[in-house]
């Protein structure tokens, strides 16, 4: 059983920046990592997503330019920097173990439990 545990969520005025961290039980380093959010009320969307070697990144429109994943595989953490946050930006904010960078959520096994960005105007 992996476990996935997010952490570095907060309120945050519009501009601003935050870096969300996932930490993995194990079983991580072979496996692409992906950070998905959902607003109240809407679906669950990919934001980003890195290969296991971290060469590979992919982003949703919405967050090019703006937002960074990453990973240390020593550490079993991947990273999301974000900066110049926006008010349409907050949402929970869940990261999760995929079999590849894909932007669909039936391509990832194992899933946090999820942390809050809150972005004020």
């Known amino acids: 059983q992996v476990q996935l545990v997010e952490s570095g969520g907060g309120l945050v005025q519009a501009g601003g920046s935050l870096r969300l961290s996932c930490a993995a039980s194990?079983?991580?380093?072979?496996?692409?990592m992906g950070w998905f959010r959902q607003a109240p009320g809407k679906e669950r969307e990919f934001v980003a997503g890195?290969?296991?070697?971290?060469?590979?990144?992919d982003y949703t429109d919405s967050v090019k330019g703006r937002f960074t994943i990453s990973r240390d595989n020593a550490k079993n953490t991947v990273y999301l920097q974000m900066n110049s946050l926006k008010p349409e930006d907050t949402a929970v904010y869940y990261c999760?173990?995929?079999?590849?960078?894909?932007?669909?959520?039936?391509?990832?096994?194992?899933w946090g439990q999820g942390t809050q960005v809150t972005v004020s105007s």
């Open positions: 890195i290969s296991w070697t971290g060469v590979d990144t």
């Open positions: 999760a173990r995929g079999v590849g960078v894909r932007p669909t959520r039936d391509a990832y096994d194992y």
């Open positions: 194990a079983s991580f380093s072979i496996y692409a």
